[in-house]
Each structure stands twice: as C-alpha cells, then as structure tokens.
C-alpha cells in the first residue's frame, strides 16, 4: 500500500472514531436523560412530596448555611419546654371540655333543660319540697338540622278608598313586593345561591344536585339549574365582578396564574381543543384581598394584557413567556417555581453519609434558606420586612448567581432544565426586593387556582362559553368572599337578594363588595370563642 493510500485510510480511522465518539456521547446524554425521567417518576410514585428537604433524607447533602447544627454538642442539656417557643408550654391531660370550648366555640350554643320531675322534688327523708340547688353541662353533643325546601307565596295586599268608591271614584293601592329574581320563574336568591354554593364550593356537580333535590321532594332539571346559573351569573353576578375588577386594577401588586379548561360547544373550535381560566389576586399588600377569574380560549399572553390594562404595579407570576407582553408593570418571578426545578433535580436515591453533596441538593439548600428567612420576616412591617431582606437575603442571593456561572450540567438533564429556568428567571427573581409588600412566590395565585381544579375534576369541562364565563364570575365572588373571611352561602343569597334593585345603581352595588361594612355585619363568619345562645327549656 502506497503512502497516499495509508494516508487515506488513516484519514478514514479517524473520521470513523470522532464520529463514533459522537454517537457514544449522544447515548451518554440520553442514558443520563432517562435515568433522569426514571427518577423523577419514581420519586412521583415513592417519594415524599414536600419540596422542604431535610438533611437526613439526603444525608451527604451540605447544610450551606447551618454551621451551628454541625457544630451542636449531643451531649449538652435542653432547655426546659416553657424556653423553646416563646409563651408555649405543652398541654398535658386536656380535659374534653376544653377541647369542646377549642372546636366548637363559633358555634351558636343551644340548652337542653333537664329538670327534676315534679314526684321527685319531694325529700324523701322528711317529706319537705326541695328547692333548686344549682346546675351542670353534662355532655355536649352536634345537632345537625338538614335542609329544608319551603314554598314561599308573595300575597299582595289591595286596599281601596271606600268613601270615594261610593262616588264611583275609588283609589285602589297596592302594596309593594319585593323584585323576583327572575320574571316569571320560581327561583328565589337563596335557591341559587345553594346551587352556585354546591357546585362552586362543595364541587358538586349539577346531576348530582339533581338527584338530591329529588330527595327533598322537588323535582328541578340539571338544565334548569344551568339555565339559572348563567342568567344569573351574566345579569347579577358579573356587575359585581366588573366593580371588583376596577379595585383589582387600582392595587399595586397582583398575583397572576392560568390553567386548562376545556368547554364542549364554542363557536369555531374542536370540544377537544384546550381553553384557559385565567386567575389574579391580590398580593400581601394589608388590603382587602380580591381574587378573581376569567376565561379565554387561548394561553395567548395578550390575555394577561388586556385584563391588565391600566395597572401599573407589580406582578408576581410563573416563568411562562407569555407574560413578556406586559410591558408598564414590575415583574417579579416566583421562586417556589425555581425551588421546584431543583427539587425535581434531585437524585431519585439517597446516598450514603459520606458522599459529596449533589449540585441540585446545594441549589435546593439556597432556595429553601430563602424561604427559611421569609417566614422569619413573615411579621414584620413592609419597611422593616425590606430591610431585613436587602441584610439577610442579598447576600444568599449574590453566593446563588456566583455559584450557578460555574455549573456546565450535561444537556438533557432535569439539573439542565433547572439551570436554564433559573437563568431564564434571573431578570426577575430580584424584583421582590425593592418593596416589602411583594411576595417571593406565586402562591397566592396557585391556591386560588386550586379550588378550580378540584371543582373540574367533578365537572370535567363547561358545555358552552356562557357557562364558562359564569363559572369565572362565581367563582371570583366566592374565592374573594373566602378570604375575606365571609360565610359564602351567605355572601352569594346576600348579592342575589340585592341585585335585582341595585343593576344600575353603582354605589349600591359598591356596598356589595366583600370588605363593605353591610357585608361584613350580615355575612361575617363568626369569631373563634363568640357564641351565640339559646334555650330550649324543659320542665
């Protein structure tokens, strides 16, 4: 073989081992892939949930900022019980009435008289009447009185002036009803106001309430009670939705968040294709809180935009793109969602007690320190809780973004993903910083996504875009009545009682916002330790 040829065939080697290098380092990356989606979905299965690790589940796992427990001598005394927690002592040997006051105190009390029968006042010994030496509870128990369906028949007097009526000129007067809900149907506010609470509240979805009504010796249509949820919804609940959309707006930090939905019958779409409720609530800011819904056909961020309009604050969210579009607000990133991404980083298994810390634990350990000092700050005033974040926080901060430059994780990877989403966040994630009433993570507006959630895995989809939009409005009276701290059945027959003589008076509608003082008396959920009492006498 000529030089040439060896030359050749030498070139050839070569290119044939860089690209089986290649193929070796492509698998590489997909072996380490799957092992990372086979862990993830183990620890799906299998693995504690909570994303507030402890060292001993990972035990080589360094505690970055807990050098003290490292230190602590085992042999040093406790502290006695009353030092541990400021003003706690443990209870020992509660007695069952204590625990009653505890559980039962909003609950109006009722008393159950049981006196001595008259044949045994008299003493048996002498023959004398005794008289009343005192009293005692001796058990307390819950009463529970069920539903009860009433016909209730408006009559409406009619009176005329009987010395004109002689006169073949009488004045006939008629007394004043009260507005029906709806013009010619018998639904009364407290009918749908128990629909809207089952469905809304107790997730229940409409056929099943069907079948109760049917209990109760009423037949009512699943149909019917749709039929009443939307008209109500679009003619009484929605005024009240709009005005607390205006005091949403005119706050200075909201809460953003989305989630599928899916609504059988819209006009040029599949029932397949997948819609979106949209939720935003207030933030931390000492105000009334306000939570509200809305619904849209698309995960388009122009949504978040147009429901925006006007507001000029900051606006805590998830990482999803579609929020670049809102330009005039501060957007501050969610670190409960970064804290996510390492947690799901980590190692399916736990390590021995001497292996090095994994760069997804080290992550993890600074998002958890920050949450840590969160909660310290959690009382503070809105100065003071700044401060003590600019102190405490920037510094973890500052040893977070330095440490995460020199990371170089293999692509592919769950720790990849939670580089690249931290990196994708960091233009964010410092913003909670410069006001105190910010929040570090977009809670808020995921609990509120919650009850939406669990409602939909009753109901599993809206039939038709009316309804999803009532569903919305409904919803947001209900969220925002819960956080105010409302009794919601209450609150709901309470709006629907009223609308029907306040839908074009805007101040009257401004006393049914859930913070009004008429609200708050009539529908109020009572304080822990008030009791209201009756008396059920029995001689």
Known sequence: ????????????????????????????????????????????????????????????????????????????????????????????????????????????????????????????????????????????????????????????????????????????????????????????????????????????????????????????????MANWIIKAGQDYIQPVFEAMHRHLIERGFINGDETPCQVLHEEGRRPQQKSYMWLYCTGEDGLPPIALYEYQPSRGGYNANAFLKGFDGFFTCDGYQGYNVLKKVTRCACWAHIRRYWFDALPGKKGTSDRSPELSEIGLDYCNKLFDIEAELKDLSPDDRKAGRLEKERPILDAFWKWLEGLTPAKGTRLARAVKYTWDQKPYAENYLLDGRCSISNNLAENCARPYVIGRKNFLFHDTVNGANASAAIYSLIETAKRNRLNVYRYLNTVLLYMPDYINEPDGIEELMPWSEMIRSTCGMPERGTERLTSNKQE
Not at 40 to 53: D, G, I, R
Not at 140 to 149: D, F
Not at 151 to 177: F, H, L, P, S, W
Request: glycine share 4%; aromatic share 6%; hydrophobic share 30%.
């Open 1 to 224: 073989m000529s030089d040439q040829d060896q030359a050749v065939s030498g070139n050839n080697q070569q290119e044939l081992i860089k690209q089986l290098q290649k193929t070796i380092d492509e698998l590489r990356l997909d072996n380490a892939s799957l092992r990372a989606t086979l862990d993830k979905l183990q620890k799906m299965l299998f693995a504690p949930h909570s994303e507030k690790t402890r060292t001993k589940d990972f035990p080589g796992q360094m505690s970055l900022f807990d050098e003290a427990e490292s230190e602590a001598d085992p042999s040093a005394k406790e502290p006695p019980v009353s030092t541990l927690v400021e003003g706690y002592a443990r209870k020992k040997g509660r007695s069952p009435k204590s625990r009653y006051e505890e559980i039962f105190s909003s609950l109006p009390v009722e008393k159950v008289y049981c006196s001595v029968a008259d044949e045994d006042r008299v003493c048996p010994r002498c023959g004398s009447e005794m008289i009343h030496l005192g009293e005692e509870v001796v058990r307390e128990e819950l009463k529970i009185i069920p539903a009860e369906v009433k016909r209730i028949q408006y009559v409406q007097e009619t009176v005329i002036c009987d010395t004109c009526k002689k006169n073949d000129m009488g004045i006939i007067t008629k007394a004043q009803v009260p507005s029906p809900l709806f013009q010619h149907s018998y639904a009364s506010p407290s009918t749908v106001a128990h629909i809207m609470y089952q469905k809304y509240v107790m997730s229940n979805p409409l056929y099943r309430q069907e079948k109760d009504w049917e209990q109760m010796g009423v037949q009512i249509s699943r149909a019917t």
